[in-house]
């Protein structure tokens, strides 16, 4: 019976134990040392959607009427505003698709790009200030990490071609326990949502358009069988050590 008992606690060690080939991301047989591998990128340009946060800045040698379409936000000490501040001092596309700016009025920039809105908005100022200076920014891309990493939560990125590799290392990179095979990408497409699985081991994940991030992503990591079945090890010890107690007791009392 305790030969049994060994034995059987033997087989979940094996089966729950790590192997290098479980942590390695982009993985490829051919990558060889200082020859590098090149792959062809999709990025896809983002397009603007309701309840995107623009920064909107008019830059002019009359600071007057610059000031009128100039949204003051308060600023730290090192002269930065905080994600808060920076979405109080932005401007909302409405559920229309629109920017409603001062004296210029609404302007249409659903499914356009921030450099497509920032020559509309600079067509339209060009009327009313000579010499004026447009400057857009989309200060709402934020990601949420979710799952088997280090420090899950909401991220703002500041980099419009920011890839699912960045995003993971802001959260502090993935656990030992999180498979690097089922990571679930949950992107935002109007007013649907659309879930997709990637693999982190393989080395095509660069080519794939979902290796750019866009803004309102959420990143779900999932954890490794080998993870639960080393947490499930721990349950089953302490069983096994109260059956072998209970049987040298029985032992004993015979």
């Known amino acids: 019976m305790r030969n049994l008992l060994y034995f059987l606690s033997l087989v979940l060690l094996v089966s729950s134990c790590m192997t290098k080939k479980e942590l390695v991301y982009m993985q490829n047989p051919t990558y060889k040392e200082n020859l590098p591998t090149n792959h062809a990128t999709s990025y896809s340009v983002y397009k603007l959607q309701p309840n995107d946060v623009l920064s909107i800045k008019v830059l002019s040698v009359d600071p007057d009427m610059a000031d009128m379409f100039n949204i003051v936000s308060p600023t730290n000490a090192f002269g930065m505003s905080d994600p808060g501040s920076m979405y109080l001092s932005g401007y909302t ?8 700016l001062p004296t210029v009025g609404k302007l249409k ?3 356009l790009t921030t450099s497509q809105s920032q ?6 100022l060009n009327r009313y200030i000579t010499d004026a200076t447009v400057v857009v920014k989309l200060i709402s891309f934020k990601i949420s990490v979710l799952g088997d990493v280090k420090a899950p939560g909401r991220y703002f990125i500041y980099n419009d071609r920011a890839n699912l590799l960045e995003g993971l290392s802001m959260a502090g990179d993935l656990t030992q326990g999180a498979s690097r095979q089922n990571v679930k990408l949950i992107r935002q497409k109007g ?3 659309e879930v997709v699985l990637l693999d982190l081991t393989d080395p095509n994940l660069v080519q794939s358009q979902y290796y750019y991030l866009m803004p309102n992503d959420v990143i779900y990591v999932e954890p490794r069988k080998t993870q639960l079945k080393r947490e499930n090890l721990v349950v089953v010890g302490v069983m096994l050590s109260i059956i072998s107690t209970g049987v040298l007791l029985l032992n004993y009392l015979k």
């Not at 596309?93 to 409603?100: A, M, Q």
């Not at 020559?119 to 339209?124: A, H, S």
């Open 191 to 193: 007013d649907q949502s």
């Open 109 to 111: 920039m659903e499914g």
């Open 93 to 100: 596309i409405d559920n229309e698709g629109y920017v409603n």
């Open 119 to 124: 020559d509309l908005i600079q067509r339209n």
